[in-house]
């Protein structure tokens, strides 16, 4: 049976969160399809990377450790990663929906020839008949993304090429450990014979990486706000319910695009998701793809002026107000009675 | 020696100003009731070809378009910002076409145009989201590719560096040209269309739209000015294989479209009252949720 490949992101010797969420996803995929999981690890300095991708069950990592595969660029990795996938022949290859991946997966898929569906919310087995020639085809990837600015859900499959390409942005899929004492197999991959020099057409001559200044998706209380926040000094009064309680402040696209709150604190299909044990929409109509980020929340708050608006339907309570008025009263006698 | 550049632009639906009709009854999407837009970071990757203009003399910036004859709107749009010459692929054999079929033709229709030193497209539409086409189209021209630019710093014959705009920095690239750049949002917004330059091309027509004018007058005079002439690419003037084209061509289907329903929570309403919110954040305290 071919086996799920997922690409490892790697920044600082460190494989990304995505990149293990993915490889958690795959393991349960795997389980269904009865195939295993390789893990694709390219960049440089790799010694340690056995013992990062272990836990979380991949069978098999292909380690290709060059000095010039760090920082990434475009061509040498999508050679190497090609190489490995026409190797290997995985039905499936999930790559992390970042800068990197959304670089990286459509450039394989182009000379692969094979379907890619970015920013999946969901990615699902299941069977597919072509309705024209009735043809059926059994485990498929089903791969679940918003489509049209959200109105609509649409199921992606990739009947007749392989392999089946899905990108998945972090946060969307669940970290979790293997079994303990789990051990994979370490391949090394001598990327000298696959890599050649008009690879290297592009050179980075500068690079400021800063550290995760927002940790939404670790956060356990998240006070969010929408367009209907209103102002950048709007987000001060959720800064503040934020603060009291012990959550972080996150935000709608609307109220990004607005220029109200930055882009690290986006939450939803083009920003994080986020499961925390309660959320609190502020202003927050509640789009598809912002409820697709959130919904997972253990408990939903919303306050809205709008008793119609969407985000109340999910909402476990729903306060019919303006948030301006709202939200002091919650600092108020969370005050009052925490104590 | 003249510096040619190709910026990729695409007329979508604005999908940000969804209103109330944008569905019909049955799930599927009303087009007719969303207005067509040019594709916002398709604006800031022709900007960052404007500003390539101002600076090179001799800059020739073609415009290449994909989509029903309609989408003629997004090169006109392009020439009132000095834009100099585009192109419409339209043909509807290559309708459903998905992103690898999408960037197939493109490519196709780009080696058609040939000799240019550089290719600038948004880094994705925002009826798709995907980001998918420029990379893929890159990938079929064998070029290098820099997404998510911010801003090109400095270009010239052969080379070009690039301020990219990443998740959580920013990094500074250098290439070789010929190159295909993809601009991130974040990038110098479009500057307005020009007046002068809006008089100059409102006239110019794809030879699908001539067709319509019964003015000979104005046939005449468009006939005669080759600047007012869009050339419009169909299967037929491009060297295509009909299987990778259209939906054949597109390895991704769509096995179903869901409309969005809401799963209704029993939901406790509360009013902005003293009592009601007193109450609620006791009971969160309460339950460990907070505190």
Redesign the interface.
């Known amino acids: 049976m071919n086996n799920i490949c997922v690409y490892c992101e790697i920044e600082e010797g460190k494989v990304s969160d995505v990149s293990l969420e993915l490889i958690s996803k795959a393991v349960k995929l795997a389980g269904e399809l009865k195939c295993e999981v390789e893990a694709v690890a390219i960049g440089s300095g790799l010694i340690d990377i056995g013992k990062q991708i272990s836990p979380f069950g991949a069978h098999i990592i292909h380690s290709v450790d060059d000095k010039r595969l760090y920082?990434y660029?475009?061509?040498p990795h999508?050679a190497v990663f090609e190489h490995i996938l026409r190797e290997n022949k995985p039905q499936i290859v999930l790559v992390g929906a970042?800068?990197v991946g959304?670089?990286l997966?459509?450039?394989i898929?182009?000379?692969l020839?094979?379907?890619?569906?970015?920013?999946c919310t969901d990615l699902v087995i299941g069977d597919?008949t072509?309705p024209k020639s009735g043809h059926e085809y059994k485990n498929l990837l089903?791969?679940i993304r918003?489509?049209?600015?959200?109105?609509?859900?649409?199921?992606?499959?990739?009947?007749?090429?392989k392999p089946q390409m899905a990108t998945v942005r972090e946060g969307v899929m669940k970290k979790e450990h293997a079994a303990k004492n789990f051990k994979s197999t370490v391949k090394v991959i001598d990327p000298a014979k696959i890599l050649d020099k008009v690879d290297f057409?592009?050179?980075?001559?500068?690079?400021?990486?800063?550290?995760?200044k927002v940790n939404l998706a670790g956060s356990q209380?998240i006070v969010a706000g929408g367009f209907g926040v209103g102002s950048k000094e709007g987000f001060e009064l959720l800064n503040e319910l934020a603060k009291v309680?012990?959550g972080e402040v996150g935000a709608s696209r609307a109220a990004v695009d607005a220029g109200f709150s930055e882009?690290?604190r986006q939450v939803g299909q083009?920003g994080v998701t986020v499961r925390p044990?309660?959320y609190i929409a502020c202003g927050i109509s509640g789009a598809?793809q912002h409820r697709a980020g959130m919904d997972g929340s253990?408990?939903i708050?919303s306050i809205n002026t709008d008793?119609e608006a969407?985000i109340?339907?999910?909402?476990?309570?729903?306060?019919?107000?303006?948030l301006h008025?709202?939200i002091p009263?919650?600092i108020k006698?969370?005050k009052?009675?925490?104590k | 020696m003249a510096f040619r550049i190709i910026v990729l632009a695409k007329q979508v639906p604005d999908t940000r100003n969804v209103g109330e009709d944008a569905m019909k009854s049955d799930g599927t999407v009303n087009r007719s009731a969303l207005p067509a837009i040019y594709n916002p970071e398709d604006l800031n990757a022709l900007e960052q070809a404007l500003q390539i203009k101002d600076k090179i003399k001799d800059t020739e910036i073609i415009i290449l378009t994909m989509g029903p004859p309609r989408a003629a709107d997004i090169i006109r749009e392009s020439m009132y910002r000095d834009a100099d010459k585009g192109y419409l692929i339209t043909d509807k054999r290559f309708a459903g076409a998905d992103t690898l079929a999408t960037s197939y033709v493109i490519s196709k229709a780009i080696e058609k145009i040939g000799n240019y030193d550089l290719i600038i497209s948004g880094r994705q539409a925002i009826d798709g989201d995907t980001a998918q086409v420029g990379p893929q189209t890159a990938e079929k021209l064998n070029l290098p590719q820099i997404t998510y630019a911010e801003e090109i710093i400095s270009c010239e014959k052969g080379k070009i560096t690039v301020k990219r705009r990443l998740e959580r920095g920013i990094e500074v690239v250098e290439s070789s040209l010929p190159a295909l750049v993809t601009v991130h949002g974040s990038a110098a917004v479009c500057r307005p269309k020009n007046s002068k330059l809006f008089m100059k091309y409102k006239h110019a027509k794809t030879q699908t739209e001539l067709q319509t004018i019964d003015d000979d007058y104005m046939n005449q005079t468009i006939k005669n000015r080759a600047y007012l002439q869009i050339e419009e690419l169909s299967l037929d003037d491009l060297s295509c294989e009909e299987c990778k084209i259209g939906l054949a061509g597109s390895p991704t289907k769509v096995k179903k479209i869901d409309n969005v329903v809401l799963q209704g929570k029993d939901s406790k309403v509360i009013a902005d009252k003293d009592t009601d919110i007193k109450h609620l954040m006791n009971d969160l305290i309460k339950n460990h949720t907070l505190g």
């Open positions: 920082p660029t475009t061509l999508s970042t800068s959304r670089d997966a459509p450039r898929a182009s000379s020839k094979c379907g890619l569906t970015a920013d597919y072509d089903y791969q918003p489509a049209f600015g959200g109105n609509i859900i649409a199921t992606i499959v990739n009947p007749e090429t057409a592009v050179k980075v001559i500068e690079r400021h990486i800063e550290q995760k209380v309680v012990g882009h690290a083009t044990k309660l598809i253990a408990q708050i008793s969407p109340n339907s999910i909402a476990d309570v729903a306060i019919i107000g303006d008025s709202v009263k919650m006698y969370y009052e009675q925490s």
